[in-house]
Nanobody
Framework: QVQLAESGGGLVQPGGSLRLSCAAS????????MAWYRQAPGKQRELVAV???????NYADSVKGRFTISRDNAKNTVYLQMNSLKPEDTAVYYC??????????????WGQGTQVTVSS
């Protein structure tokens, strides 16, 4: 079983920055893709950024040039650096991890979410 623990959300003014972290723990042999999603009130959950085990990244058009996803494989942790934040970035942010257990069982797990609010 895999647990994902997110941290780093909060209230920030427009133009400000936040850094989200998501640490994976539990029965993990390897972590493949890690990603950040977000869900604003009344909207569907959407992909924000994704990073492969080798470090390849991809971003939603709405965050390109402002957000950076990275990972520390030694710590089983993924980060999301968010700069130049806008009110429309307000949402609950979730991390997602695609993992392999020591028995080679694949698991896709979600964190509990962390609130990001961008407001003056």
């Amino acid at each position: 079983q895999v647990q994902l623990a997110e941290s780093g959300g909060g209230l920030v003014q427009p133009g400000g920055s936040l850094r989200l972290s998501c640490a994976a723990s539990g029965s993990i042999f390897a972590i493949n893709v890690m990603a950040w999603y977000r869900q604003a009130p009344g909207k569907q959950r959407e992909l924000v950024a994704v990073i492969s085990s080798g470090g390849s990244t991809n971003y939603a058009d709405s965050v390109k040039g402002r957000f950076t996803i990275s990972r520390d494989n030694a710590k089983n942790t993924v980060y999301l650096q968010m700069n130049s934040l806008k009110p429309e970035d307000t949402a609950v942010y979730y991390c997602k991890a695609d993992t392999l257990s020591p028995s080679m069982t694949r698991s896709v797990d979600w964190g509990q979410g962390t609130q990001v609010t961008v407001s003056s």
